[in-house]
């Protein structure tokens, strides 16, 4: 079942500007990660942060969880040509269990040298 | 190099010819899962594998068939494909027996079923 939607759809900067792109889930979580797309590729893993954490960085990436709220943003700053790609919010279900993430539909952005 | 490896990228068939797509990991990762990917739908999972000889059910596994007799090694079998399974498949994989950590993936197989 569907449960994180990510937002916008779509975005196109300018090199060197920061990219949000924010995420909304429904249920309780144990855990929300932030993946990468490239066209043809499958996704690559990003940052994870747990429910008991407000705010994680990884190099140029921060990630912000707001659990009241039910959502979470994802910064990129200084953008790159090489960012380009497809980003995906996808959350761990509370209780650890054994099924799989449950994605989104992806934010799209493209970065214009 | 530690990777999914999923085989073939791109297959292009009929209806109701069995097809199996093939997916193996060298990271000694106990589990293993299928996602198919679809436009405005984004990625939903077919099955999962905690570990050898544990396999189940995901949210989409209708017409799908899987099987885990070894830890490494998660094929994904179409009995009688139908051109609604038209779509891009991946395999993931992860070291715990557990779904909610991060994942793994290969590069994709792209299906055709005409």
């Known amino acids: 079942s569907q449960q994180g939607e990510e937002d916008p759809q779509a975005l196109s900067i300018q090199e060197g500007e920061n990219a949000t792109m924010n995420c909304s889930y429904k249920t309780s979580i144990n855990n929300l990660q932030w993946y990468r797309q490239n066209s043809g590729r499958g996704l690559v893993h990003l940052i994870l942060i747990r429910s008991n954490e407000r705010e994680k960085h990884s190099g140029r990436l921060r990630v912000t969880l707001d659990t009241s709220k039910k959502s979470s943003s994802l910064l990129i700053t200084a953008s790159r040509a090489a960012d380009t790609a497809s980003y995906f919010c996808a959350t761990g279900h509370s209780g650890g269990g054994a099924d799989g993430l449950t994605f989104g539909k992806g934010t799209h952005l493209i970065i214009q040298p | 190099e530690a990777q999914v490896t999923q085989n073939p990228r791109y297959l292009i068939t009929v209806t109701g010819k069995k097809l199996t797509v093939t997916c193996s990991q060298n990271m000694n990762h106990e589990y293993m899962s299928w996602y198919r990917q679809d436009p405005g739908l984004g990625l939903r999972q077919i099955y999962y594998?905690?570990?050898?000889?544990?396999?189940d059910k995901g949210d989409v596994p209708e017409g799908y068939k899987v099987s885990r007799k070894e830890k490494r090694n998660f094929p994904l079998i179409l009995e009688s494909p139908s051109p609604n399974q038209t779509s891009l498949y991946f395999c993931?994989?992860?070291?715990f027996g557990q779904g909610n950590q991060p994942q793994h993936f290969g590069d994709g197989t792209r299906l055709s079923i005409l």
């Open positions: 993931a994989s992860s070291p």
């Open positions: 594998s905690m570990n050898v000889e544990v396999t």
